[in-house]
């Protein structure tokens, strides 16, 4: 069975430190892979995008993440939180091409 | 307005009522696609468009949900006979072809039916 894992549901961090939001999937064979970002009352808005090029995928407001086929793992980072990453973020597959499949997602707190 | 518009934003309605969410897609694109997002969890995909076909509806509830798209651009998800297992934010997403393409979401409507 296809599937994306995260792995933590909530994390939280202090302004200024680092950010490790944690994806394993599933799948038996490469998938595309997407992080995306939900702030309160907001739409979902894309963070980066992994297609089988680069596996260090750079994306905006300083995320990036890499991806490691041998762990089956597509984990997000950023190396200085800020405040305003205060926000759910969705780990997403692709296996079909079109049909996305969402993990659970995973709440960041930031604190001052 | 670049990107994708729906509306309501937020719906309230009564068990048994019918209710039509619509989404405007980003111009140009030629799929859109409708989730569902319950409270606390993951987003669950519905159904999407290619053209004003919908090749996949394998994600629709039940029969009391439809879609239908037209002049390639508009998009309106009906749900007959609200249940208040129904409530839930309702996300449309488009992308500028099906394969490999990224999609770019919507607001979305938060339905409530009580």
């Known amino acids: 069975a296809q599937s994306v894992t995260q792995l933590d549901s909530h994390v939280s961090v202090s302004e200024g430190t680092p950010v490790l939001l944690r994806c394993n999937y599933s799948s038996s064979y490469s998938p595309s892979l997407f992080w995306y970002v939900q702030h309160p009352n907001k739409g979902l808005q894309l963070l980066l995008k992994?297609?089988?090029?680069?596996?260090l995928v750079k994306g905006i407001n300083g995320f990036e993440a890499e991806f490691k086929k041998s762990e089956t793992s597509f984990h997000l980072t950023k190396p200085s939180a800020h405040m305003s990453d205060a926000a759910e973020y969705f780990c997403v597959v692709s296996f079909n091409d079109y049909k996305l499949s969402f993990g659970a997602g995973t709440t960041v707190t930031v604190r001052a | 307005g670049a990107g994708v518009s729906q509306s309501p934003s937020n719906k309230v309605t009564e068990k048994g009522k019918d209710v039509e969410l619509r989404c405007d897609p980003i111009s140009g694109h030629t799929a859109l696609y409708w989730y569902r997002q319950r409270l606390g969890q993951g987003l669950e995909f519905l159904i999407y468009f290619q053209g004003n076909s919908a090749p996949d509806k394998s994600g629709l509830p039940s029969d009391r949900f439809s879609a239908e798209r037209t002049g390639e651009s508009v998009s309106t998800l009906t749900i007959q006979r609200t249940q208040q297992e129904d409530s839930a934010v309702y996300l449309c997403a488009s992308s500028l072809k099906v394969m490999q393409a990224t999609q770019y979401f919507g607001p979305g409507t938060r339905l409530l039916v009580l």
């Open positions: 992994y297609t089988s090029a680069a596996t």
